[in-house]
């Protein structure tokens, strides 16, 4: 997706959010901090102050919806919904100092989130926002601050650089909450700086709080807003440079301490601009509100009074400067003696006062040496004075000129401590100083402060030692270090230990350090991928008085990794003789097995291992017994190409890589690939025979069957390969409609199968014809496991209708029921039996008037024409597609005589 659709993707899901934040004053400030977790993973925080005092309780919001914004050309970018995580107190400095009108608390929104390099690449950069409405409603120093909101800001560098790799980078943290309230009239100072992880450097200085278009009736805006966003707006008297009144007026210096000596009592919101720097180039900021509680206290406190004492005994009140002639030569101990004393020590104070004190350096970082004996203290009515002494180094903290420092006393004083400050400038002369040497390895007795070694290149697989050794004239402690030159010593086998420390009779310190190598591979130490190590030896004996003066040694190493020579490998195929290829043919059905051996000549690991040219070993039943070992490894190979595997027609041809490489350590792998082609040869397999039998003899591959006969026909299959597997199946019936039923069950066996086809032709199958054919289709197949072979039978059943034939039929005209027992029945005999489409339906016979008489639906009727008297009557023969009609006479007596006698 791109850019332009991910933003029009966040406007459709702006439309489906329906938080409605609840109105509220409550907020005191806040900030964003976006944390570096792993490639393109972030934790992104929004920390919100509360006022616990003055806010609407229950005004915290479940969570919060912040944007994403493009720098360039401030398209929305992404939507991050920080769920609420924690609220915690912020505890006062001192909590002697809690008063009940302030009280704050620190609200944390946090969710982890993707920055996608592909997607935030602009070298402008993007920043974060989240508005909210509204500030805390008793603000003096802006208007209406009820109405006021807040926009929480941050900006951030694109997460990848020019040249696409990742920009590891992490937003400034741990700004300190202004938890304390600024006494009226008295000086106020807090140190509001925060950290970076990455180590970039922070410049800090006070902004315009950003209001944003927040509101009372939009607590949370609607829709999403890019900058530019409008400040607050200033009460009259107040700006910028002027957000807390006083002498001096609320102000920052670049490292971020606050200053401020307020002249109005009330309650002021300011804004902190902390922009981060990498390299001289700015790559982020964050915007930090706050406010501040001015308050008038009671009654008036006194800051404390520290003096210096000299050693000759001359007091210094604000600043003293010493030298090295200020203190007895050969001194061991340069100290000066402080006194400290406080009004603040009457009956409304307790009779006493705590004191702290502390060393803040001025031109140089770190306190260096300089020692105070009292870090706190207390003065009390019976004991105004407290007494400590502030300890010089012996080694400057700064060379070729004065160093400066302050010792400042604090007291207890709420609500941050009044303080008095002794300014010290030190200008000792280094003390003197013989640097420390080391002995050459090359010429043993010559000293070097700087030198390089080439140690002789060892062998793989050697232990190698030496002794490093380094002395002082003087006799001072030496400081041994070294540094490997981008590689891990101990990984790569090298040890460093100290041997002696010793101080000889003339007054010389000597140093000796062991330095072994162990120079065997390994898997952790592969000399092939690094034959060559630089290691710098440093030897100091006064660091901290010249940090440009110790010895340095360089010194390099070298291995020789030894040659490697390929392993052999050979097959007993050919009583293992040297050889690129070899052939062998398999029988099918027989078991083929031989060895493979390898040998290395430098007796290094081997592996040995068979692959398929084309294809998987397991897969067509072949074993090979993978082997390793030192200098000798074998394997055995066996195949029994039996019915357990399937061969696809044609394959016969297998080829096998036995392969063999070694292992030695350091060294290049080396190989060797001996190749056997395994030609299967199978067995030549006849052809299974099938035939058809009727069950009346002799083959039926051809029969015609009336409707109404029943046929039976046996399949029979028989193999030459008498081991063979076989199957007789019914493969096809042709012509059948749904009305043919038969019996027949495929079978299966060996050397011979047989099952019987029965079936009764039915006039269903002839569907309107006189005639239909029925073909039946038989398969015989056997299962050699290769090269399978079938017969195939088709056995044809002409089905024909009964013919009917009605010539030879007497239809009688005349009976003669007179007892004589000559034609005493109407009857016709033999008539044809029914077939599929004519059958007998009845007979009727009526008198002249066309009763009926007499009917029958049976073919073999009789009529006796009982109760019926002498004369000519009709009757009708009925065929499903034929009539029969004729005139019939009953006679009697002296008419039946010469009568043909039918019976």
Not at 292 to 311: I, S
Not at 418 to 435: G, R, Y
Request: with cysteine.
């Amino acid at each position: 997706m791109g850019k332009k659709g991910i933003f029009w993707y966040i406007l459709a899901l702006l439309l489906l959010v329906s938080a409605s934040p609840v109105f509220a004053t409550h907020i005191v400030g806040g900030e964003f901090e976006l944390q570096y977790l792993q490639r393109e993973r972030y934790r992104l925080r929004l920390i919100l102050y509360n006022d616990d005092v003055n806010g609407n309780p229950g005004a915290i919001d479940a969570s919060a919806q912040v944007f994403i914004w493009s720098k360039r050309n401030h398209q929305l970018m992404q939507i991050v919904t920080l769920p609420y995580q924690s609220r915690v107190d912020v505890p006062y400095t001192n909590p002697d100092c809690a008063i009940a009108r302030l009280k704050t608390s620190k609200v944390v929104y946090s969710s982890d989130i993707t920055l996608r390099e592909d997607f935030y690449d602009e070298a402008e950069g993007y920043y974060v926002t989240y508005e909210r409405c509204c500030r805390n409603n008793i603000i003096n120093n802006i208007v209406r601050p009820d109405a006021a909101g807040q926009t929480f800001y941050l900006e951030f560098p694109p997460v990848i650089n020019h040249e696409g790799e990742p920009f590891v980078n992490s937003s400034p943290v741990l700004f300190p909450p202004l938890s304390d309230f600024a006494r009226l009239g008295y000086p106020f100072f807090f140190d509001f700086r925060g950290t970076d992880p990455d180590g970039d450097s922070l410049v800090y200085k006070l902004a315009a709080p950003i209001a944003g278009f927040s509101s009372p009736d939009y607590p949370v805006p609607p829709s999403p807003n890019s900058a530019p966003y409008p400040d607050v707006s200033w009460a009259s008297g107040y700006s910028v440079v002027n957000m807390v009144p006083g002498d001096p007026a609320l102000r920052i210096n670049r490292n971020g301490f606050l200053q401020v000596k307020p002249s109005r009592e009330g309650l002021y919101v300011f804004s902190v601009l902390a922009e981060e720097f990498r390299a001289g180039v700015k790559i982020g900021e964050v915007r930090r509100d706050f406010q501040m509680l001015v308050y008038n206290v009671a009654g008036e406190d006194f800051a404390p009074n520290l003096t210096a004492e000299m050693p000759n005994g001359n007091v210094f009140r604000e600043s003293i400067s010493v030298s090295d002639a200020d203190f007895p030569a050969g001194s061991q101990e340069r100290c000066l003696r402080l006194k400290v004393t406080d009004e603040d020590i009457q009956a409304e104070d307790g009779f006493m006062e705590r004191l702290q004190f502390r060393v803040v350096p001025d031109n140089f970082s770190g306190t260096s040496g300089i020692s105070l004996s009292v870090q706190q203290g207390t003065v009390t009515a019976d004991a105004p004075e407290l007494y400590l002494n502030v300890c010089l180094p012996e080694c400057p903290p700064v060379f070729n000129k004065p160093y400066r420092f302050s010792v400042v006393a604090y007291d207890d004083v709420c609500s941050v401590p009044m303080t008095d400050t002794l300014k010290v400038e030190v200008n000792f002369a280094s003390p003197p100083n013989e640097p420390a040497h080391f002995v050459s390895l090359a010429n043993n007795g010559v000293s070097l402060r700087q030198g390089n070694h080439t140690m002789p290149v060892v062998q793989e697989g050697s232990v190698y030692n030496f002794v490093l050794e380094g002395f002082d004239e003087d006799g001072d402690n030496l400081d041994f270090s070294w540094t490997a030159d981008g590689f891990n010593a101990q990984q790569w086998g090298f040890s460093i230990n100290k041997i002696d420390d010793v101080v000889a009779p003339d007054g010389r310190r000597k140093v000796r350090y062991g330095v072994q190598w162990d120079a065997t591979c390994s898997a952790q130490r592969d000399f092939g991928t690094r034959d060559k190590f630089k290691f710098l030896f440093s030897l100091d004996d006064k660091p901290e008085c010249d940090q440009h003066r110790q010895a340095t040694y360089q010194v390099d190493f070298g291995v020789i990794i030894p040659g490697n020579n390929a392993p052999d490998v050979r097959a007993s195929l050919n009583s293992y003789q040297p050889a690129e290829q070899l052939t062998r043919d398999v029988q099918f059905g027989e078991t083929t097995s031989f060895t493979i051996r390898a040998v290395d000549p430098d007796t290094d690991q081997l592996t040995l291992r068979a692959v398929g040219a084309d294809f998987n070993l397991e897969d067509w039943g072949m074993a090979f017994t993978d082997g390793s070992g030192a200098g000798t490894v074998s394997g055995d190979f066996s195949w029994d190409p039996g019915c357990g595997v399937v061969f696809p027609d044609g394959k016969n041809l297998f080829r096998l890589y036995f392969i063999s490489q070694d292992a030695g350590a350091c060294k290049t792998a080396m190989a060797d690939t001996i190749a056997v082609d395994l030609r299967l040869n199978f067995p030549v397999n006849d052809a299974p025979l099938l035939t058809a039998e009727a069950a009346t003899g002799g083959p039926a591959e051809l029969l015609e069957v009336a409707v109404g006969e029943t046929v039976s026909v046996m399949l029979r299959g028989v193999d030459a390969n008498t081991a063979d597997g076989l199957l007789l199946t019914l493969q096809n019936v042709q012509g059948q409609s749904s009305a043919l039923r038969y019996t027949w069950q495929d079978v299966t066996g060996t050397g011979e199968v047989s099952s019987m086809l029965t079936f009764t032709a039915e006039c269903e199958l002839l569907q309107g014809t006189g005639e239909a054919m029925v073909t039946f289709s038989f398969m015989l197949e056997d299962n050699p496991c290769h090269d399978k072979k079938l017969d195939d039978v088709s056995l044809q059943v002409l089905i024909k209708d009964r013919a009917q034939d009605f010539e030879p039929i007497r239809f009688v005209n005349v009976f003669t029921p007179n007892g004589d027992r000559c034609n005493p029945y109407f009857e016709i005999k033999d008539l044809p039996e029914d077939n599929c489409y004519n059958r007998f339906e009845y007979v009727r016979v009526y008198n002249r008037w066309g009763k009926l008489v007499f009917e029958s639906s049976e073919r073999n009727f009789r009529w006796d024409g009982e109760g019926y008297g002498v004369g000519t009557y009709y009757y009708l023969l009925k065929y499903t597609n034929q009539t029969y009609r004729s005139p019939l006479s009953l006679l009697l007596g002296d008419q039946a005589v010469g009568a043909d006698c039918a019976n």
